[in-house]
């Protein structure tokens, strides 16, 4: 029985555009502690799994491949999906690479996790409900009333409901209630266990799947036949259905950094991108005067300027340059 981080690397980043582009998207970025997401996860992850498969999508597979052989990451492996179909799918194939017993820690690759200790005492306790034949999810103790995640409600290691990203006020009940933890994406699970599970509860992507897995080459996923797997995730594939599901609240500093405003929050006590209330990541000397709670994001060609609480607003441009077909999304 092995321990692989599996690491799901294929998201486009929208909310981080112009530093966020197709040819090299958010988890790429070198820009924390002149690391990469992407770096940062694997080297987490390599103290508590044995080896790694990373799921990437065609785009972002050479940026892959550079930083895995910059940083030395030898016992790390890629499947690279040409049509990407969420979660559900891409932890099937990882799965399906596996062992039946091999247990697989599911993680996003463009997450920021600190405090190490608790991070390993969070996954050693994921591992050992995960052995006995548990679907395991990581529930993030919430600092804060956010209604940007959606949340877990628990009894104990139980988990009672999951629940969709809430209005500001169901984020304060929840909060206060004391047994809601944000949901984080990050899963602990065996591999037979989860295929049983998709299998029963979503037959039709662990089909396709299995027929994707049969036809392809050692790293590359058939394009014709991954087109007629169903898009869906983990969470309303397998998570919100399956009997065998546990939580384990964890304590450990987590952010998804999603926008720019969160990118802010966690700039704002480590990095000269923060200038007093703004946000400034910018390849030009910028200058501020007089304006308070702004981003400035200048990157290859492209200028972002708006208030840090509008931030969500730019998933909405991203969506609107590729309506346009727009070279600044490349």
Aim: charged share 20%.
């Amino acid at each position: 029985m092995k321990k692989i981080h599996v690491l799901l690397s294929g998201g486009s980043g929208s909310r981080l555009w112009p530093l966020s582009r197709n040819s090299r998207t958010k988890q790429y970025i070198p820009i924390f502690e002149g690391m990469s997401l992407f770096e940062k996860a694997v080297r987490l992850n390599q103290n508590v799994c044995d080896e790694g498969l990373i799921v990437v999508n065609s785009a972002s597979y050479q940026n892959t491949l550079e930083i895995l052989d910059a940083c030395d990451f030898k016992n790390y492996q890629c499947i690279v999906e040409t049509k990407p179909k969420n979660t559900a799918a891409a932890i099937a194939f990882a799965a399906m690479k596996a062992e039946y017993n091999d247990l697989l820690l599911v993680t996003p690759s463009d997450h920021v996790i600190e405090n190490i200790e608790l991070y390993k005492n969070a996954v050693n306790q994921a591992y050992e409900f995960a052995s006995q034949g548990y679907l395991v999810t990581f529930g993030i103790k919430p600092s804060r009333p956010e209604t940007g995640y959606g949340y877990i409600q628990s009894n104990g290691n139980d988990v009672v409901a999951f629940h969709e990203k809430p209005s500001l006020d169901k984020a304060n009940q929840y909060v206060d209630s004391g047994n809601f933890y944000w949901n984080s994406g990050i899963f602990a699970l065996k591999a037979g266990i989860y295929l049983e599970e998709l299998k029963k509860f979503r037959n039709d992507i662990y089909a396709a799947c299995l027929k994707v897995h049969e036809s392809s080459d050692s790293v590359s996923l058939d394009d014709n036949l991954s087109e007629l797997i169903p898009s869906e995730s983990i969470d309303y594939a397998v998570m919100e259905k399956s009997s065998k599901i546990k939580v384990v609240p964890s304590f450990f500093e987590w952010s998804d950094l999603g926008s720019f405003e969160s990118l802010y929050d966690y700039f704002k006590s480590k990095s000269n991108y923060v200038s007093g209330t703004n946000l400034v990541i910018a390849n030009d000397h910028v200058e501020l005067i007089g304006l308070n709670n702004v981003m400035v994001i200048q990157n290859n060609g492209a200028l972002l300027i708006m208030p840090l609480n509008k931030s969500q607003e730019v998933k909405k441009i991203y969506e609107r340059l590729i309506r346009e077909q727009s070279d600044l999304i490349e």
